[in-house]
């Protein structure tokens, strides 16, 4: 049975925080040269998005949910789930990066690339079976999650998996803690977690 937790009070912390280095990042900007203000500007958003991604996929969890993992243990499990996936029929693929997927539903039209709107609707798991973050559970008119691929950069794994899905497509991501939040965590995310989605892909608006 899957577990779901409610919002942790970290996770709203670290939001909250994200933003008040982004507002300082930007105050110091102004006495730096233009283009060191640039690079300043630009590290301060990827701050935010990685934070976002952390807080939005870890929204369901509460600390006492989490189980620390080594990166022996994680490679364990990691093995031991492929091999009862493949032993229930799943046919497993890998891409180049060394993300794990099923394909459920294969979709139609030209796979994901860089620049395009994506708009999807997901669940995410560990492999324990723990549920940490769902579109889904949003209400009936707001389940979906839209960004643009690759601009500015997610987890890599994330933004891996979305290039083998045509729009309808319906896939099954496993995600090595290498391609995630690695040996640090993020939030309430713990280091050397692997991450588990389903994806739906509701709709590719191609870069113009």
């Avoid at 229930?88 to 039209?109: A, F, K, L, R, W």
Wanted: charged share 20%; glycine share 8%; aromatic share 10%.
């Amino acid at each position: 049975m899957l577990r779901v937790a409610k919002l942790s009070s970290h996770s709203m912390k670290l939001f909250k925080n994200s933003r008040n280095f982004y507002q300082i990042t930007s105050i110091n900007c102004l006495k730096l040269k233009f283009k060191k203000c640039k690079e300043m500007k630009k590290a301060g958003i990827y701050l935010i998005i990685a934070t976002v991604f952390a807080v939005l996929f870890a929204s369901c969890l509460k600390i006492n949910d989490i189980k620390e993992t080594t990166e022996a243990e994680e490679l364990a499990d990691l093995n031991k789930y492929l091999t009862t996936l493949q032993a229930n029929g799943n046919d497993i693929d890998t891409t180049t990066s060394g993300v794990y997927y099923i394909t459920i539903n294969e979709g139609s039209g030209d796979y994901a690339k860089t620049g395009d709107t994506l708009s999807v609707g997901y669940a995410g798991y560990f492999i324990d079976g723990t549920m940490f973050g769902s579109s889904f559970q949003s209400s009936a008119n707001d389940s979906t999650f839209t960004f643009i691929l690759d601009n500015p950069p997610s987890i890599k794994g994330w933004d891996d998996g979305m290039k083998v899905m045509k729009k309808n497509a319906k896939t099954q991501l496993i995600i090595p803690s290498s391609l995630a939040y690695g040996s640090e965590g993020a939030g309430i995310i713990p280091a050397y977690q692997t991450l588990v989605f389903v994806v739906v892909m509701k709709d590719i608006k191609p870069e113009i």
